[in-house]
């Protein structure tokens, strides 16, 4: 009797559920799982809102009960809230291949994006803010995250620069003398491409420019190497593959070399020499506190804090070591469920072109994410037509990767 | 027998002591200090840092552990994450003054200014960044808190003005047609000095220039009136006498008519007309919004959202009535009990020119500060002869500002 086709698919998904619960058996990062408040739904949207880690609520519940309910005021310096900015930035700073004293941890994104570019600008103009035919363009990823453009575009406006919008793999062509800064992506949002970082640094220090980089989507995911590859500034959110939690605060890197030069465009009483003189005039702070700002967000940064415990004895190597493992299977369930040209995966194949999440083109990509968030696989959607699957190797197992796949199938059908 | 000395002094502390007793029992707000997490302390810094209010801590575990640990991702629509901003900015209004509308939470307030700062000169100048022979100068409050000083320097620079330094009193007189912006404090951080809110943003409008207030020690002691000065711009703090906890977020409010005209140097994703538009092209959204920028920060955004609730059924008014009345008190405990010359009263008798702290100047107020401390009387210090005494209506007692007076003059002695 001759095997009919669905007892040939009802076989390959056995094989696959077989190998899912073989890698996890196989996985060293499996246990971290239970570190995170988790329950049946197949989370893959850590590289939106990363899950709860376990310890989060009872140090928070500390911080506001003990610290600020008890000690109040006197927690400034006895709960250690005045230095958190970069005690928790040294705690980033292995994640991201950086040596301790290059990080500080506050405000958002954005806002350290404008830091960063302003800074980096009058950094390549060596000194004077308009100098007559100096460095004037600031060139920045054409597929960005929509922020950091908008921020470009006003860090150009302020320090009369030209923005100069280009796709990353032809930054190299648009690079010359009149370039002062460089804004770019680690990875993609959109499509999961991973940028060369190494390779694009050298580019753009060959022509005499700065580049900033945007670690959003990759920190925490895969080694960035910061110091190793001589990048000059760098921000990143701590809310994705950190896991900080909702808005949490962003962190930007000086690297060391470049702090005494750093100028920074919002010079806060926070990153003042001496903060508690009240001294009208300015003098800026030594080390990466230069690019402190106004009074830290306590309770979300402590959260933060507590959240980074997840990553004792973790090695980033081993991490990203399962994210490719864990895209690689992905894209071979949904391939093996999918029914051909039903999606169009947009990640590259290319391990050293993939950062940690799997994109999927399909025309009702809005619709169907409903869809599987209702059957419990939670991804996002990205306007307009992208599927975004971010994979947490901290959390996420095999076994989730068939599950999503199975059911997108089942969704598509 | 005739009476000694130390039974005249005797007898004056207990008229006191029985005068507080009378003041507290007649205090329609006394019975507020039940809805803060208090202890025998007599807390005269929450011009500093705010004390905590009781709900806040089962507010903020709900938060972390249903909203995120729970919900994660859905959190952002299903629990009001995305449009927090707002509407804590609508439940600050009252207290300051303002309809709806007009106020965002979020940033720190040094961020804030920035923001406030740079579009004011952009709305004065009415279009252009450097137009020649135009509005090029922001007049600033000499005696500032220093980071609002720092700030309006990096504004000045990268709009191209003239920053101009003058005590507030000599403010109408440096105002003319070069002038593009000013920025004032409400009331003085370090001598408790109220400003003339209203006259003086008549005369910085009578100069067509827009004037910036920073309401960091005003907001939740005393009446703003915002809209019925019609002031420009306004930025403050949440974490002084609005208990909003450590760095909470900060506020920015932009008169409804000036919104359309409102120009962010730091136009972030979030104040885009279409956010998950991810389109490259900035478009600002309308209203209050437009001063958001990067991703809110939800723990404590939401932790301030639960401490506002123990302004439910307060008049800003009944506030001030007893804050003059507290500090009115306390200045005259301090006449009767510490020796004539040991402390010198900076702060102005004049109920119009005091705000709700008051600020007494002795040589050695570090080390008197330290003492007063460790006796449970907690105000705080300022470079380089200033000790501060914030009076929080909602909280401190006339009991407390006996007592303070009291173990001051023995810790001077």
Redesign the interface.
């Known amino acids: 009797m001759s095997e009919t086709p669905g007892s040939a698919a009802l076989r390959e998904e056995a094989a696959l559920r077989e190998e899912a619960a073989k890698l996890d058996a196989a996985d060293g990062l499996a246990a971290k799982r239970a570190e995170f ?1 988790l ?1 049946d ?1 197949v ?1 893959l ?1 850590g590289n ?2 990363g ?2 880690p376990a310890g ?2 009872e140090r ?2 500390d911080v ?2 003990r610290q ?3 000690l ?5 310096d006895e709960s250690g ?1 005045w230095t958190a900015p970069e005690r928790i930035g040294d705690r980033i700073a292995p994640l991201v291949g950086a040596a301790q004293g290059q990080i500080v941890v506050g ?5 350290n994006v ?1 830091k960063a570019l ?1 800074a980096a600008v009058r950094i390549a103009r060596g000194s004077g ?1 308009h100098p007559e035919g100096g460095r004037d363009e600031i060139v920045v990823d ?1 597929t960005t ?3 950091d ?3 470009a ?2 860090a150009a ?3 009369g620069c030209r923005l100069i ?1 280009v796709a990353p793999a032809d930054v190299p062509g648009v690079l010359g003398e009149r370039t002062a800064a460089v804004l770019l992506n680690h990875a993609d949002y ?1 499509t999961g491409r991973l940028h060369d970082l190494a390779g694009l640094t050298a580019a753009v220090h060959a022509a005499g420019a700065l580049v900033v980089w945007d670690l959003c989507h990759t920190a925490g995911a895969l080694p960035v190497g910061l110091d190793e590859h001589g990048v000059d500034l760098a921000v990143g ?1 701590t ?1 994705k593959y950190l896991n900080g ?6 962190y930007l890197y000086v690297r060391r070399e470049l702090q005494d030069r750093f100028d ?7 990153s ?1 020499a001496e903060p ?5 005039e ?1 003098e800026a702070v030594d080390g990466a506190r230069r690019g402190r ?9 402590l ?1 933060l804090e507590a959240a980074l415990d997840v990553w004792d004895g973790v090695r980033v190597e081993a991490v990203r070591a399962k994210s490719l493992a864990l895209t690689d299977f992905f894209l071979r369930c949904v391939e093996a469920y999918v029914p051909a040209g039903r999606v169009e995966p947009v990640t590259p194949r290319a391990h050293a072109e993939r950062g940690s999440q799997v994109a999927l083109r399909c025309p009702d990509a809005g619709d169907v994410m409903k869809r599987l ?1 209702g059957q419990g696989v ?1 991804g ?1 959607y ?2 307009p037509d992208v599927l975004r699957f971010g994979f947490t190797p901290l959390y996420v197992s095999f076994a989730d990767a068939e599950r999503a796949a199975r059911v997108l199938a089942r969704t598509l059908d």
Not at 72 to 76: A, F, L, P, V, Y
């Open positions: 408040v329950d739904t989370y949207d939106s809102l899950a709860l989060v609520a928070v519940a506001i009960g600020w309910g008890g109040r005021i006197r927690s400034w809230w405000d958002s994104t954005s806002v404008f302003v803010d054409a995250f929509p922020t453009g908008y921020i575009e006003s406006r302020l320090t919008p959109r959110c809310y939690g909702p808005g949490s605060p962003a920074s465009p919002l010079p806060g009483w926070n003042h508690f003189g009240m001294r009208p300015f700002v106004g009074t830290p967000d306590i309770l979300s940064m959260a968030i939670v996002d990205r306007a």
